[in-house]
């Protein structure tokens, strides 16, 4: 059945109707901007149906049109009930989530916060030719830009969907746009955009009126401004960058994905979509990191980590001082000398040699006390 014969079974007027109807329900935007967004979904789904050779082979062109037309409409709500601010950033996470491990430029060591900053710069520029695309396929004028809620709600909407459309390339492959840009954009490093989001939809207000646009600072201001850094969240940010850099150097890179996603509090289907995983392999992927994250806490980077948990050797590694004279009850010999001669700040190498210890023995009896602090501290 071609397009044709599908949108006689379901009237376009009547399919922008249905749309209309459901934006009047579910918002409090205006006749005109509803019936406006609802014949934009509308002539994209139609376009969509009509280029699709799935679709058109399917003999059920007016059902896929109704799907493909409530998919839309649920993403714009989606955007619409978090609000401008809100949108906003679950855009910009959403979006940061894709092109993050893409995001290293070559022969460059890139921390986890100059990946951020990179992040920034292109989808400060992204948006705009978000923006471009959406008034070319909704044939509007290049003055356009979205005004009210509901206005831009749709364009967000319309970028996530910008972004993730599949790009054909050579050998039956096929990759995200957003990905394909970034990449582009790592490349050729170029210098920093001072476009911003809040530019490409000049948008004044919640209400539904036509109000001047506020002055907005940048959206790198706006998700990761702070004042002077504390000390404790700069030795968070140390943290997180020595452990991605232990995982890329034991080819983990699957793991440090993974923790980045943790890191944005991506909830577990939505990484499992990101990471192209099934339930069970994203199960087995948190335990495969789960252990390399013990290694790197207990064994190659404890001083770092007992620091910023505030649990180091001069407080007793975080034991209280009852858990401490039980524990210190519990030890050999060797192993409170070991604890003690930790303690004065000895080097491993002078305290394997006082010890008659190589390096990797006393590496290995050093994990287990720390071990053991851990779970007495856990308990």
Request: charged share 25%.
């Amino acid at each position: 059945m071609r397009l044709s014969e599908g949108i006689c079974l379901l009237s376009v007027d009547v399919f922008t109707q249905f749309l209309c109807d459901e934006l009047r329900e579910k918002t409090s935007a205006s006749e005109r901007v509803c019936w406006a967004v609802a014949e934009r979904l509308s002539h994209e789904v139609q376009r969509i149906c009509r280029q699709s050779d799935r679709i058109q082979a399917s003999g059920d062109v007016a059902v896929w049109a109704k799907t493909l037309g409530k998919h839309r409409l649920d993403q714009c709500l989606h955007y619409y009930h978090l609000g401008s601010r809100q949108g906003r950033i679950d855009l910009h996470s959403t979006l940061s989530a894709i092109v993050y491990r893409h995001m290293t430029p070559s022969q460059v060591q890139t921390s986890y916060q100059g990946r951020l900053s990179l992040i920034e710069d292109f989808l400060q520029g992204f948006y705009v030719e978000a923006l471009g695309a959406f008034r070319r396929e909704n044939q509007l004028t290049a003055q356009y830009q979205p005004r009210t809620l509901l206005e831009l709600a749709e364009y967000m909407a319309f970028a996530e969907r910008y972004g993730k459309r599949r790009i054909p390339l050579p050998g039956n492959r096929s990759q995200q746009l957003i990905i394909l840009r970034a990449q582009t954009f790592v490349r050729q490093q170029p210098p920093e955009l001072a476009i911003d989001i809040t530019q490409a939809m000049d948008y004044g207000g919640e209400a539904d009126d036509v109000r001047p646009a506020a002055s907005l600072q940048r959206i790198r201001e706006e998700l990761l401004s702070q004042e002077e850094e504390p000390p404790e969240h700069s030795l968070r940010n140390e943290v997180i960058e020595a452990l991605l850099t232990y995982l890329k150097e034991r080819d983990q890179e699957d793991c440090a994905d993974y923790f980045t996603l943790r890191l944005m509090d991506r909830p577990a289907q939505e990484i499992e979509g990101l990471l192209n995983l099934t339930p069970r392999q994203r199960d087995y992927l948190q335990q495969r990191f789960k252990y390399h994250l013990l290694r790197f806490a207990l064994s190659h980077h404890w001083q770092l980590v007992h620091e910023w948990l505030g649990v180091g050797l001069e407080t007793n590694l975080g034991l209280t001082p009852p858990q401490w004279q039980q524990w210190q009850q519990t030890l050999t010999p060797p192993q409170k000398e070991l604890l003690r001669l930790k303690q004065n700040g000895m080097s491993d190498g002078d305290a394997a040699k006082q010890l008659g210890l190589t390096s990797t023995q006393l590496q290995k009896q050093w994990t287990k006390l720390l071990a053991q602090a851990w779970e007495i501290r856990n308990l």
